[in-house]
Each structure stands twice: as structure tokens, then as C-alpha cells.
């Protein structure tokens, strides 16, 4: 890792909302990195901003959403604070992205083989043949039995696991050096999920592109994942290596997250459930934004907010791993109110 | 003294609400509904407000007749916006003849609704054949332009009974002939929705309970349907006074004797040629007034409404 | 693809049916067709024979055959009020109102259309809310005001253009045209605008809210993604997409220009059929009334059904039915 320039560089991201009731802050002084041809997933339940984040980093927040503050770099380079223009020759060049409805990521009135020519023209100088080319070779690559055939098919004439694969293709073309993919498996069925994860993986390994994997599905994570970013409340709560992270969270909420998740071959009496519920952008409390749930908290989570601060090999935003502890402890109302 | 808190609670409620904020957001929604309220009282109050009764020949006089509006050289203040060749006062004629138009048009609307959401519940609760019909009726109907449903009707009537007894029933005929050529968007909405409600369970339960499942289900339907039914009805009140007042124009609505403002254009136009203008100019700009403010306030309406927006 | 057009002609035959059976009441039994035709001193006994010479007589479902089978041949009997064969009265005035709806139909679509565009993809630009402004007006006002306020600006007080009256016209065999002189041609500018106004500002929103519609679709927001040009975008993927449920719904508005003709006919004193029916409605004048409805109904099913074709025609998706099964 030493040495080596980050392929993409988040520092102190932040995205906010302007609404009629104030400016909600949705992404939080969030900083991380993803090395190149690294796959760093980012999980967390709905509404923790990790779509936020993605849709940051590739320019197409939809307004009112706006950053607010911190920078984005690629390959060293800014460019959250890119023109239009700049920005579009980015995008697909060197960052694709995933979504996670296939159905509705396609042009229903468009074939598949004119939406890859057109997104492989739009960034290299290949003439009409050789694109075409190109593009039934990815179609292959991806995994579509008679490709010949199917290149002129429209995207209702595929199943929602091929119409994926056509995505990633088209995510592919123009040769990025990282992907931000957004729930890519969320829409599919469960037998198909594990084909396009499989997929993912190899074809990134192979061209040496990086991904970033936003889900809520921890298995996926565990799968395809180098490191993870747990995310709460716009915020990250824990990163570091998947292995890690899962076998020996450091934070309460992953820790609370970890045990939630059934496992073949273990015997658990019950699963960890977290009492409570992640907060809503308006009502986001003081301090660790985790603490009104937090089983360990102290007074000091009450007050002082936590930042990513070294926890074993990874890192986690809980004064647990500060010298100076949490202070007293802080029960929970529940706790308190059942002796 | 528990009606009235639970009264206050719901207004500060509703002023709290997204409905209510988006309408002091918007100040051309807030201009609209002054000028609609405008409207609305000058019209129905115009036998207080309006400074002639221009429809009494009693107390017409020729020599008032073709007066210009005030502002111009032969005009006079007791006519502000001029006279007919009658000598009807303009502007008692247009607050008169406003009324009317509202009237027609809220209870066309009124008329409307009752056979939509009567058809539509009946459509969509019975089903079968009945509903397969009413549809059927509903689609010939909406092939034709509501404009030309109004005329035939009025045509129908025409025919069917003597000149004068038309004349006296105008008003009802217009109505009705107006009323009928609406129904079909409120039927369909209604019975989109009982459609919908009707297989839930609990109307079943209702009906293993011994409840009227009907009378259940009317009160889970009212609820989702009062948005799109209000929506509906704005729009349909500015048609309805435009669809009135080309009727009246083209001389098969209201007669001279009580004229709507689409009566007063058409009589106004037949002096247009000879350059009395005021007299088809003044009645005009009311109708697109009323229209376009009763428009604006069925958009703001649409648009706070709907959920995909808030 | 057959079986579809088969579904739908049978779909519009029993509409023509339903009309053609409120037609035949109309006929029948609005009024007496008997009186509309003889004078008042003829004695009973001559009515009676009328009467059956005319079939009047007999049971009601064999009246309507005749009826229909009357319709098909384009006869409707004599008009109340002029006594003249009700097709030659139509068909006198038909390419009057068909050349009014014809241009009015081309300034809704080439203004209409650029504009909806124009505004659903910068809504925010102030040019965009004048005209959305204007549309919202054009929306309010009924056509014959509008008539007559371009009546008083541009005829009576700057004089450019007639205020009444087809102009001048050419004949060719059964058709007359405005379409060979420019004073001809002149004659048709007010009534076209009037005409069309409402058509133009309806395609305007309409197609403006589908554009906006689309462009927050997933497919749009992947094509950025992918860095597609804003040319691409907008003009390739978000166009397409627009029109093809604009195309439906403008067909079915074009057709009912033609009905709505009927109020600029008589702003303008245009001698076309709108005119004309509304005479009959004045009169009650039943058998142009039928005659007219009838017209109108098979207009209406026709232009539904060409629309319909043409929406499967440019939807892959319908067209898919076949080719889905050899596509897995």
C-alpha cells in the first residue's frame, strides 16, 4: 500500500440537502481510499448515504443534493469541482457505474448493440465496424450464449440476469480503471445474484479495475470484497479488511450487524438484533450518531462526535479504542427501565 | 368545548401542512385564488353590488345606448365600462352574467360527480357485465369531444319540445347536457379504486362479520380518492364554463334573456364589425380571468397533491 | 401482429354500431320525419302512405338495418331546414373544414412540438416559463375568444388580414381550395391559429412533461454515467423516448380538430361542416345531426386505429411478442 497512489481519494466528503425544513446533512466528513484494482465495498442499511457517496464521486448527484465540502480525487487528480464537460469524458472512461435495476438502466427502444457502439465511440477513436467488433467481444466476455445473434436484440428481450451482464458490458467498454456499482444485485433473483458477482469479480481482476461496491447484503461483501466501509447515519462507523471487519468488528454497530446475520453450521440461540433504528437525517443526535442504541456507550458518546481512529487492523469511529475510554457508562432507557 | 380544541388542532395542522405551505409559496397560486375569490364575490353578489339591473327593460333607456367605457371622450361614470345598444349597463351585465356562468358551471360540475362516482362505484363493485358495459358506454363517449356530447344533447331537446318551454328550461338543459359530458374521468377513478379495495380482505372479514362490505369499503375508498376526485374537479370547472360559454356563444346555450358571458360575447360580436368593442372586449377578459385563475388553482392543487412530487 | 389489427377493427366496428344505433334513435324518434317533409295542409291518409313507402313502419331492428345499410351508402335523407339531400350538404363543406384542420393540425404540431421540447429540458431557463405562461393562457381561453381578439387586432384594427369568409378558392371537380392564390391562403391564417392554439399548447405540456418524465429515468441517468454527449442524450435517447406516447395522443387530438372546428367555423363564418351542424342544432335539423354524428364516429374510430398501428410500429416492446420466444 505504501507508495502506491490511491487510485481514488475521498476526503471529508460531504452532501447536503436543502429542504423547507433546513439543510439536511446526508454524507458526513466521510474519507476513505481504494487502492488500484482493490475492491472496497461499502455497506450499511438504507438511507446511510452510501448511494449518496457513489452518486458524489461520479458527478451525478440529482439536485437539490449538493457537496457541500471536502474533495474528490482521481488518480490524484480533483475532480468533484470539475465543469460539465470535463466531467462527462470521465465518466466512462475512467469511472463507470453499475445501478441496480437492469430493466430500467437500459433504453427500451434502443438495441443493445447501438447503446455499446454508441458508448464505445463516444470515448475511443474506433469506426462503426470495429466497435461493433468490440462490442461482441464484451458481449461474450460477459457471458451472453449466442452473442452473434442477441447483439441487435432489444433489452425487453433479455432476462434480468442477462440484461445485467449487458450493463456490466457497457459499464466495461471504454476500458475505466474503477466502477461504482450501486445494489448490482439487488434486483435479481438469488440464483442469478452469485453469477453477477462472480462475473464482477473476474472481470475486474482481470482488467486491473478497482470497484466500489455499495449493498446492504453483507454476504456479497464477504465474497467480493478487499476491505469494507460500514456506514451509519452518513457517516463511517468502521473500515478495514473484510476478514477483519467480519470476524472481529470493532465497532458496536458492526459488531451488532455481524451477529445479525445467520450462518450455516453455527448454532446460535438468537440472532443480534439492534434495538432501535438508524436516525433520520433530522433528527441525527449529538455526539456518536450511534449512541442512543449503543449497548457500550459512555458519557462521552453523549457529547464528544468519534473519528475513524485506529482499532486492530482496521479502523472505527468509537472512543472504545480511544486511551481515554467512553467515561461512565450510559445505560440504555430500556436497560434502565427493566432493573 | 372538545369540538373546539379538536377543530384547533386539526387548523393548526393543516396550516402546518405541505398542501398549505406550498400555496404560500407559490404567489401566483395566492393571486389566483384573490382573484377567484374576487370573482366570486362580485358575481353573487351583484344584485347588492352592481349598479344597474341591466336585464329589467324597465329601466333601460335607448339614448343610454353605445356609451364607450368612462375613460374615453363620450363615456360617462354611471356606465363605467360602457353600454350595449340597448342600453345595458356593461358592467352590471358581466357581474350578472358571471354569476350565471358559475352557477352553470359548479353545477355541471356537481351533476358530473354524482353520475361518475355513482357509475364508478357501481362499476366497479358489481363488475361483470354491468361494469363491462358502463366502460363500453364510457369509451364511445370519451371518443367525441365533450363539446359536441353538450350540442347533441341540447339538440336532442330542441327537437324533442317547443321553442319557448326551451328557452325557459334552458338553464337546466345546459346543465345537464354539460354535466353528462363529464362524467367519465370520475367514474373511472372511482372504480379504479373500488376495483382495488374491493379484493382486500377486509372486506371479506366485513362480510363474514355481517357489516355492510359496501358501506366498509366506501369509507377506505373516500380517502385515497379525495385528491384525484378534487383534481378532477377543478379541471372540470374550467371546462365546464368554457364548454357553457361557447355554448352560449354559438347560440344554443343560455338565451338573451338570461345571458352568461359567453351570451354577452356573442352579442357583442355582432357589433364588433362596426367598432364597438367594449362591449365583447370587457366580457371576454372576465371569462379568461376566471378560467385561467380557476386553472392555476387546479395545477398548484395537482401539483401538491401528488405524491411522486413531495 | 395480425391478430392485433383483427382485434382492434372488430373493437371499432361495434363502437360504429353503438353510434349508429344512438344515430338511428336520433332519427327515429327525435321528432317526427314525417312533418319535416310534407307540408301542413297534407291530409292523414298521404302521410300514412309516406309512412309506409318509407318503411317507417316497420319493427325497429329492421328500420335500423336499413338505417345502417342507408349509412353506408352515405345516404341520410333530406335536411329538415333546406331539404336537400344531407350528403350533398356534407360534402359541399367538407374540404372547407378538412384544409382549416389540415393547418391548424401543422401549427400545433411545428410550433407545439419544438417548443414542448424547448422547455422540458431547461425548465428553469426564464424563456421557459414565459412560455409555459403562455401556454397556461392559450389553455384558458376558449377558442372563440381567441377568435375574436385576433379578429380585433388583426382585422379590424391593423386590417391585415379578412375577418370572415373562406376567400378566395379554385375548384377542382368535387374539391375546393384555398390553397392556390394568396388571398386564399391569407384567409386561412386567423382560423388556422384560432383552430389550433388549444392542440399547440396541450402537445406543448404534454410533450414537455414527458421529457421532464424522462429525463429522471434510470436509462438517462446510466447514459451520463456512461458519459454520453448532452446532444446524444438529449436529442437520441430522451427525444425518442418522448414522442412515442406523444405520437398516440396527438393523433387522437388532431381528430378531434375537425369536431372543434365547429366553434371557429362560426367565429370566422367559415362554410365548412362544423357550421353547418351547428345550424342543424339551432334547427333541429335530425337527419344532419345523425349524419354529422356518424361522420364524426367514424372519423374518430379510424384515426384510434391508424394511431394504435402506429404506436406498435414504433414500440419494440409490442412488437416483441413473437420475437420473445425465440429470444432466450
Not at chain 3, 402506429?310 to 432466450?328: E, H, I, T
Request: hydrophobic letters at 50%; aromatic letters at 8%; charged letters at 15%.
Amino acid at each position: 500500500m505504501a507508495g502506491n497512489v490511491p487510485l481514488l481519494e475521498v476526503k471529508n466528503l460531504r452532501v447536503e440537502f436543502p429542504t423547507r425544513r433546513g439543510t439536511l446533512l446526508a454524507v458526513d466528513d466521510v474519507s476513505f481510499e481504494i487502492a488500484p484494482g482493490e475492491v472496497l465495498g461499502v455497506v450499511g442499511e438504507s438511507g446511510a448515504g452510501k448511494s449518496l457517496t457513489g452518486n458524489a464521486i461520479i458527478g451525478l448527484l440529482e439536485p437539490p443534493g449538493r457537496i457541500a465540502g471536502g474533495e474528490v480525487r482521481l488518480e490524484g487528480q480533483r475532480i468533484d469541482n470539475l465543469p460539465y464537460e470535463a466531467m462527462r469524458k470521465v465518466r466512462g472512461a475512467r469511472i463507470g457505474a453499475i445501478f441496480q435495476d437492469p430493466l430500467t438502466s437500459l433504453n427500451p427502444l434502443y438495441s443493445v448493440s447501438r447503446q455499446l457502439v454508441e458508448t464505445i465511440q463516444t470515448h475511443l477513436p474506433l469506426s462503426a465496424r470495429e466497435a461493433r467488433a468490440r462490442a461482441l467481444d464484451l458481449l461474450k466476455q460477459v457471458g451472453i450464449p449466442g452473442a452473434e445473434q442477441r447483439i441487435d436484440h432489444y433489452p425487453h428481450q433479455f432476462s434480468g440476469g442477462m440484461r445485467q451482464r449487458v450493463v456490466i458490458a457497457l459499464a466495461l467498454c471504454a476500458g475505466p480503471r474503477l466502477i461504482v456499482a450501486d445494489e448490482p444485485t439487488t434486483a435479481l433473483d438469488v440464483s442469478i445474484q452469485a453469477q453477477i458477482i462472480a462475473l464482477l469479480k473476474k472481470l475486474c481482476r482481470e482488467n486491473g479495475t478497482a470497484v466500489m461496491l455499495v449493498t446492504h447484503d453483507m454476504g456479497v461483501i464477504a465474497e467480493t470484497a478487499d476491505r469494507v466501509a460500514v456506514m451509519y447515519a452518513g457517516r463511517i462507523a468502521e473500515i478495514g479488511p473484510v476478514r477483519d471487519v467480519i470476524k472481529n468488528a470493532r465497532h458496536p454497530y458492526t459488531r451488532g450487524l455481524m451477529g445479525s446475520i445467520p450462518s450455516l453450521g453455527v448454532r446460535t440461540e438468537r440472532l443480534t438484533q439492534i434495538d432501535g433504528s438508524m436516525p433520520r437525517l433530522t433528527e441525527i443526535p449529538a455526539g456518536c450518531a450511534f449512541n442512543p442504541r449503543c449497548t457500550a456507550r459512555g458519557e462521552r458518546c453523549l457529547v464528544e462526535r468519534p473519528d475513524l481512529m485506529a482499532a486492530g487492523a482496521s479502523r472505527a469511529a468509537c472512543w472504545l479504542h480511544d486511551a481515554r475510554g467512553v467515561g461512565m457508562p450510559v445505560p440504555l432507557a430500556r436497560e434502565a427501565a427493566h432493573g | 368545548m372538545a369540538g373546539g380544541t379538536s377543530f384547533s388542532r386539526w387548523l393548526h395542522r393543516a396550516s402546518d401542512s405541505d398542501v398549505w405551505w406550498s400555496f404560500r409559496s407559490s404567489s401566483l397560486t395566492i393571486a389566483a385564488a384573490v382573484v377567484t375569490a374576487l370573482i366570486l364575490i362580485l358575481s353573487f353578489l351583484s344584485p347588492l353590488l352592481a349598479p344597474h339591473t341591466p336585464f329589467d327593460p324597465s329601466t333601460l333607456s335607448l339614448s343610454d345606448g353605445l356609451k364607450p367605457p368612462a375613460w374615453m371622450p363620450d363615456g360617462d361614470w354611471a356606465f363605467p365600462l360602457g353600454t350595449d345598444d340597448q342600453g345595458r349597463d356593461v358592467l352590471s351585465a358581466i357581474m350578472y352574467g358571471t354569476r350565471l356562468s358559475l352557477v352553470v358551471g359548479m353545477a355541471s360540475v356537481f351533476v358530473s360527480m354524482l353520475i361518475g362516482i355513482t357509475l364508478g362505484l357501481v362499476s366497479g363493485y358489481v363488475g361483470g357485465v354491468t361494469d363491462a358495459v358502463i366502460m363500453r358506454i364510457a369509451d364511445v363517449q370519451l371518443t367525441f369531444p365533450a363539446i359536441l356530447v353538450a350540442l347533441l344533447i341540447d339538440g336532442v331537446v330542441r327537437g324533442l319540445i317547443s321553442v319557448q318551454r326551451h328557452d325557459e328550461i334552458a338553464l337546466f338543459v345546459i346543465i345537464g347536457a354539460i354535466g353528462l359530458s363529464f362524467w367519465v374521468q370520475y367514474a373511472r377513478t372511482i372504480r379504479g379504486s373500488v376495483m382495488v379495495e374491493k379484493n382486500k380482505e377486509y372486506v371479506q372479514a366485513a362480510r363474514v362479520i355481517g357489516l355492510s362490505p359496501v358501506l366498509i369499503m366506501v369509507r377506505h375508498v373516500l380517502p385515497n380518492v379525495t385528491g384525484p376526485i378534487l383534481v378532477i374537479a377543478t379541471i372540470n370547472l374550467g371546462l365546464a364554463v368554457i364548454s357553457e360559454a361557447t355554448l352560449s356563444f354559438l347560440g344554443v346555450g343560455l338565451p338573451s334573456t338570461q345571458p352568461s358571458l359567453g351570451t354577452l360575447i356573442r352579442l357583442g360580436n355582432e357589433l364588433l364589425q362596426s367598432g364597438e368593442w367594449w362591449i365583447t372586449l370587457f366580457p371576454s377578459i372576465t371569462l379568461a380571468a376566471l378560467v385561467l385563475a380557476v386553472n392555476l388553482l387546479g395545477d398548484w392543487l395537482r401539483d401538491a397533491l401528488n405524491p411522486k412530487l413531495r | 401482429m395480425l391478430a392485433f389489427i383483427l382485434r382492434r377493427l372488430i373493437q371499432s366496428i361495434a363502437v360504429l354500431l353503438v353510434v349508429g344505433m344512438v344515430s338511428f334513435s336520433l332519427f327515429r324518434y327525435v321528432g317526427d320525419p314525417i312533418s319535416g317533409m310534407v307540408g301542413q295542409d297534407t291530409p292523414a291518409s298521404e302521410r300514412e302512405a309516406l309512412r309506409e313507402k318509407l318503411g317507417l313502419n316497420d319493427s325497429a331492428p329492421v328500420q335500423f338495418l336499413h338505417f345502417i345499410g342507408n349509412a353506408a351508402r352515405g345516404q341520410f335523407g333530406l335536411s329538415y331546414r333546406t331539404s336537400e339531400p344531407v350528403n350533398r350538404l356534407i360534402l359541399e363543406r367538407m374540404p372547407a373544414t378538412l384544409e382549416l384542420s389540415f393547418c391548424a393540425a401543422v401549427f400545433a404540431l411545428f410550433v407545439g412540438i419544438p417548443m414542448g421540447v424547448y422547455t422540458g429540458l431547461y425548465p428553469r431557463h426564464w424563456s421557459s416559463r414565459l412560455f409555459q405562461a403562455v401556454s397556461l393562457i392559450g389553455i384558458s381561453l376558449p377558442t372563440f375568444v381567441i377568435g375574436i381578439l385576433l379578429i380585433l387586432v388583426f382585422a379590424v384594427m391593423l386590417r391585415w388580414l379578412p375577418s370572415f369568409g373562406r376567400g378566395e378558392t379554385s375548384t377542382f371537380g368535387w374539391w375546393t381550395t384555398n390553397f392556390t392564390s394568396w388571398k386564399g391562403l391569407q384567409a386561412l391564417i386567423l382560423p388556422s391559429i384560432t383552430l389550433g392554439l388549444f392542440q399547440l399548447t396541450l402537445i406543448m405540456r404534454l410533450v414537455r412533461s414527458e421529457m421532464l418524465e424522462v429525463m429522471r429515468t434510470d436509462y438517462i441517468k446510466f447514459a451520463r454515467a456512461r458519459g454520453l454527449s448532452n446532444r446524444a442524450i438529449n436529442f437520441g435517447h430522451a427525444l425518442k423516448n418522448t414522442l412515442v406516447p406523444v405520437i398516440t395522443v396527438t393523433g387522437l387530438q388532431l381528430g378531434s380538430l375537425i369536431a372543434f372546428a365547429l366553434v371557429t367555423e362560426t367565429v370566422f363564418a367559415w362554410p365548412g361542416v362544423g357550421q353547418l351542424f351547428i345550424q342543424s342544432v339551432q334547427f333541429a335539423d335530425i337527419p344532419v345531426m345523425a349524419a354529422y354524428l356518424m361522420l364524426i364516429g367514424l372519423l374518430f374510430v379510424v384515426i384510434n386505429l391508424v394511431v394504435d398501428i402506429l404506436y406498435f410500429v414504433v414500440d419494440p416492446r409490442l412488437r416483441g411478442q413473437g420475437a420473445r420466444a425465440a429470444g432466450r
